[in-house]
């Protein structure tokens, strides 16, 4: 499915005629860079934060002196000379150049294969690829047409590329299900969007390098990573990628380390630094689609009940409460957040996995993971922002969440960030807690408080599935509600389903056109035995 997120982008590193040079001013300035590291040397006023480095990763090393070099000179723009044509190419031909899979990185010499992408299309700032070999050795994978197949309207486009026309992106494939077939896991296309899914998924939210200025008047900006390193791997082991990024703001290096499985696993390290002041850094990113669901106030015509890739974002903050958080599709752009110090973990998930929800035979959303960020370094004090973008249409990715420190990153400025990242079916963990399964809400018509042109009603229903050993009766569970800019009247809670599920309803009456956030969550003897339900409505204008 073609979708929103693949926007053509400007960010790229520097001229190509400039890479022999650059690499060497790279390799001259690496000896000086370790010797600061290891405070042999003052700091300069680039390198003005204490970031965590890699010991004996020489190439790695390098990648991050290239960064750092990198964020000292004025940004520039590459695109391998790719020809306009093929810039300006439509969807359709550009999905008739095909990869020929017999000519995969390692094919049939390695666990794992990589195929890559065609430059031309929404892709106009390819990407620099280059193969590590155990011995350390470094080589560029050129680029050749015979690698592809130009099928009926892409033949006219067979002949416009050379040996640095550079790539797309690439995938990488690793026997998931059988020995007999090699699955695909991941993959890394367009700015710095990547995408993994786990054994029995499919691919629908993806995550990013880095988010700068999202939802801000003066528009994002978009990093893109610009080269990548693939380590070839030992065998039974996981595939480590090095990559660079780029952008007017920011110079990074990344490492990820994936782990492809049940459930997709990728180790991921950041190491940015500022070429100017950045307002906004959105780190750890995810990218989804919410068209409608459920909780949906106006039903959309169509046979399938609810359209989405995630369905919620969850939170465990440092205390070790749960925040569940329901996606919508506003009328208005809509920014959220949830402040925090060093949270445990934080995603954004697809918790409903029943095919009856869907009835979608084709995109199969069921089967789409959530992703679940477990971080490990630089997530001190911030938040957790979630951007719900209205769209009417399911190709749009309309749905952003990213982690905001507190402090802005100024020019000179380096941080380094650690996280693990994985795929998840419905949930991240098993809970000791009851958990929201279903938000539902509808027009009042109760007398006394019925919807009218003066004053909207709205029946909020939310049902909560109950862990095993929970045996607490009804009239032993306060419900705690609140609600900004709103008043709440019927609150009440029930056992329903065979007394399987706990059903919290409520009445909510806006107090203007404003949002009205709302918080729930279930209490007994002042200890929290639910996570909490915190949802934002919009009434209608």
């Not at 669901?293 to 039903?299: D, I, L, P, V």
């Not at 925040?323 to 752009?333: A, E, Q, V």
């Not at 990242?421 to 279903?438: F, G, S």
Request: hydrophobic residues 35%.
């Amino acid at each position: 499915m073609l979708r929103s997120i693949l926007l053509k982008t400007n960010f790229t590193l520097t001229d190509s005629n400039k890479k022999k040079d650059n690499y060497s001013m790279v390799k001259a300035g690496l000896a000086f860079f370790v010797a600061w590291a290891l405070g042999g040397l003052p700091a300069i006023a680039q390198e003005t934060n204490n970031i965590k480095l890699p010991k004996n990763k020489p190439i790695l090393m390098s990648v991050i002196e290239q960064a750092r070099l990198s964020a000292t000179q004025d940004y520039q723009i590459d695109d391998h000379g790719l020809d306009e044509k093929l810039k300006n190419m439509d969807y359709q031909p550009y999905r008739s150049i095909r990869f020929n899979a017999e000519n995969a990185l390692w094919h049939d010499q390695n666990d794992y294969e990589v195929q890559f992408f065609h430059p031309g299309f929404l892709y106009d700032q390819p990407v620099t690829i280059h193969v590590v070999g155990y011995d350390n050795s470094e080589q560029q994978v050129n680029f050749d047409p015979a690698m592809f197949r130009y099928e009926q309207q892409a033949e006219q486009y067979k002949g416009l590329t050379n040996k640095d026309s550079g790539f797309a992106g690439f995938r990488l494939h690793y026997p998931l299900k059988s020995d007999e077939y090699k699955d695909e896991f991941a993959v890394f296309q367009g700015a710095s969007y990547f995408r993994l899914v786990g054994k029995n998924q499919v691919y629908g939210i993806s995550a990013r390098g880095l988010a700068i200025d999202t939802a801000l008047p003066k528009g994002e900006e978009f990093p893109t990573f610009t080269q990548f390193w693939l380590i070839k791997p030992r065998p039974g082991q996981p595939i480590t990628i090095y990559a660079r990024l780029e952008s007017p703001s920011v110079a990074g290096a990344y490492k990820f380390v994936l782990e492809p499985g049940k459930n997709t696993k990728a180790k991921v390290s950041a190491w940015l630094f500022a070429r100017t002041d950045i307002k906004k850094l959105g780190i750890a990113p995810f990218t989804s689609m919410f068209l409608y669901g459920e909780n949906t106030e106006q039903r959309h015509d169509d046979y399938r009940p609810e359209v989405h890739d995630s369905d919620g974002v969850l939170m465990l903050n440092h205390d070790g409460e749960q925040i569940w958080r329901p996606l919508t599709n506003p009328t208005r752009l809509q920014i959220t957040s949830l402040a925090d110090t060093n949270p445990k973990g934080f995603g954004m998930l697809q918790r409903d996995g029943d095919f009856d929800s869907y009835l979608d035979a084709e995109a199969n959303y069921h089967l789409r993971p959530g992703l679940w960020v477990t971080p490990k370094s630089g997530f001190e004090k911030g938040r957790l922002e979630v951007v719900e973008i209205p769209t009417d249409a399911e190709i749009h990715d309309n749905i952003v969440a990213y982690w905001v420190p507190e402090k802005p990153m100024l020019e000179g400025e380096s941080r380094h960030f650690a996280y693990t990242l994985r795929t998840v079916e419905q949930e991240p963990m098993h809970y000791d807690k009851a958990v929201v399964t279903r938000t539902r809400q509808g027009v009042s018509h109760l007398p006394g408080f019925e919807s009218s042109e003066e004053q909207t009603v709205r029946r909020f229903v939310v049902d909560f599935a109950l862990p095993s050993g929970f045996n607490l009766a009804v009239d032993d569970i306060n419900l705690i509600l609140e609600a900004n800019r709103g008043t709440v009247k019927q609150a009440r809670l029930l056992k329903v389903n065979n007394n399987k599920a706990l059903r919290a309803t409520f009445l909510l009456l806006p107090d203007s056109e404003e949002p009205v956030d709302m918080r729930l969550f279930l209490n007994h003897n002042e200890q929290k035995v639910s996570e909490v339900w915190n949802y934002v409505y919009q009434p209608k204008n």
